[in-house]
């Protein structure tokens, strides 16, 4: 079974940046889509973005598109997630999923980002 290990996560300033990354521990790498969620406290958990196994279709939701960017090296078996204009309503912990969408999909152990307004 793969195993997802994600860094990156932090403390940053409203309007700054941070780009977190996901190891996967496969040699299939290649073969999942890949996702993140995310839970900030007292909410439910909710999809951030996801990407196919190319790398060639993305999706993301409405409150982060067109400032997170979602993408992949499958010959280094990583998922990023480069997320720019954090504001405080994005501090949570993120989550990398293999398989996001699927009864069978795959949680990482998820990194805290925080944003200090």
């Known amino acids: 079974q793969v195993q997802l290990v994600e860094s990156g996560g932090g403390l940053v300033q409203a309007g700054g940046s941070l780009r977190l990354s996901c190891a996967a521990s496969?040699?299939?790498?290649?073969?999942?889509?890949m996702g993140w969620f995310r839970q900030a406290p007292g909410k439910e958990r909710e999809f951030v973005a996801a990407?196919?196994?190319?790398?060639?279709?993305?999706v993301y939701a409405d409150s982060v598109k067109g400032r997170f960017t979602i993408s992949r090296d499958n010959a280094k078996n990583t998922v990023y997630l480069q997320m720019n204009g954090l504001n405080s309503e994005d501090t949570a912990v993120y989550y990398c999923?293999?398989?996001?969408?699927?009864?069978?999909?795959?949680w990482g152990q998820g990194t805290q980002v925080t944003v200090s307004s």
């Open positions: 990407i196919n196994w190319s790398g060639g279709n993305t």
């Open positions: 496969t040699r299939t790498f290649s073969n999942y889509r």
């Open positions: 999923v293999a398989d996001p969408f699927s009864s069978t999909s795959v």
